[in-house]
């Protein structure tokens, strides 16, 4: 008997954007593999009837969930309640589990925590904390969302610079409404952008599948990978942000430093399943972490898929690693419970 694959992903309302409606090209993506390695596949949307879905599941009783939920009712810090409603059911998932995505999905508790155990990451404060008197001082600065991703609201007029806290103050509050509404004001690092992606290995550890730079037009003003960038395919900022991966062989050292860093972050952010962390790297060649990506886009041409076949992974290769490690924590959980 076929073994059957839960593809689980939020609700992409009609006419949705291009950061919104990516989802489904990735759900169509991964039920392809999963057919080709000899998975039946259900798709199941999650929308604000939590109830509707979960009956749905435990009709299927699949043999695994693919978790592609990247948000729930249009928020995506409520992503992380999707692990609790899969364990609840006994059944097992693919990715970080709730707490991770809770973490990771806050930027800055997710900087507080790399603080704490030592990883680099700039500096960064939200407006509570600047009100509180903790400024990191003058400088230059990036105003990003602080819970929403896929770059919501990012542009060249994201990089400020300021030498008060109420200048920093002032241009948050300018900006929050494009941002989902929390942002966070983290030191710009004026470099290069680089990002590492990771699998999870039989013993629960990770193996770099890879490491890309983003490499900037030279005559960019501002160089950052915003909104644009990413959504808006054959554009300005789109054509001026190219993915590359010559710097491997060219800077091996550097490879190894920012390859390292990511496992160690892996380790300390507790991330299973798949993950990609975002590195910048200043003048003076010291790395700073600014984003660590549990359950990162698959779809076929996004960046994690792309850095997998540039190492000589096949699709199936990667998905199939993806569902083993699902397996094998529940498998795990089961025997510790």
């Known amino acids: 008997m076929r073994r059957t694959a839960a593809i689980v992903r939020n609700r992409v309302p009609r006419g949705a954007a291009s950061d919104v409606a990516d989802v489904i090209d990735q759900s169509r993506f991964v039920s392809r593999v999963l057919r080709e390695l000899g998975w039946s596949v259900v798709e199941v949307e999650l929308g604000s009837d939590l109830g509707e879905a979960v009956s749905t599941l435990q009709g299927i009783r699949p043999g695994v969930v693919f978790n592609l939920v990247e948000s729930i009712m249009d928020s995506d810090e409520l992503a992380n309640l999707t692990p609790v409603i899969f364990r609840k059911l006994g059944l097992p998932f693919t990715g970080a589990d709730s707490s991770v995505l809770f973490l990771t999905n806050d930027k800055l508790a997710a900087k507080r925590h790399m603080q704490s155990v030592g990883l680099p990451t700039p500096a960064g404060v939200d407006e509570t904390g600047l009100k509180r008197g903790r400024f990191p001082g003058p400088g230059r600065y990036i105003v990003k969302s602080r819970c929403e991703h896929a770059s919501l609201g990012l542009d060249e007029t994201s990089v400020v610079n300021v030498k008060t806290a109420d200048e920093l103050l002032a241009a948050m509050a300018a900006r929050r409404h494009k941002l989902g509404g929390s942002c966070l004001a983290e030191r710009f690092i004026d470099g290069r952008e680089f990002s590492v992606s990771l699998l999870e290995t039989a013993h629960h550890a990770s193996v770099v599948l890879g490491s890309a730079e983003i490499v900037f037009r030279a005559d960019m003003p501002v160089k950052i990978v915003g909104y644009d960038a990413k959504w808006e395919e054959g554009s300005d900022a789109d054509l001026s942000t190219v993915r590359g991966f010559a710097f491997r062989k060219a800077e091996p050292g550097l490879a190894a430093r920012l390859e390292q860093t990511a496992r160690d972050c892996w380790d300390e952010m507790g991330l299973s399943g798949y993950a990609r962390v975002d590195f910048r790297v200043d003048a003076e060649g010291a790395l ?33 690693a993806i569902v083993d490690g699902a397996l094998r924590r529940h498998v795990g959980e089961r025997k510790a419970a």
Do not use: H, Q, Y
């Not at 076929?300 to 000589?312: C, I, L, P, V």
């Open 288 to 320: 700073s972490i600014i984003d660590v990506n549990a359950n990162p886009c698959l779809s076929e041409n996004a960046g994690f898929m792309a850095t997998a076949r540039e190492s000589g992974r096949k699709p199936s290769d990667v998905i199939s």
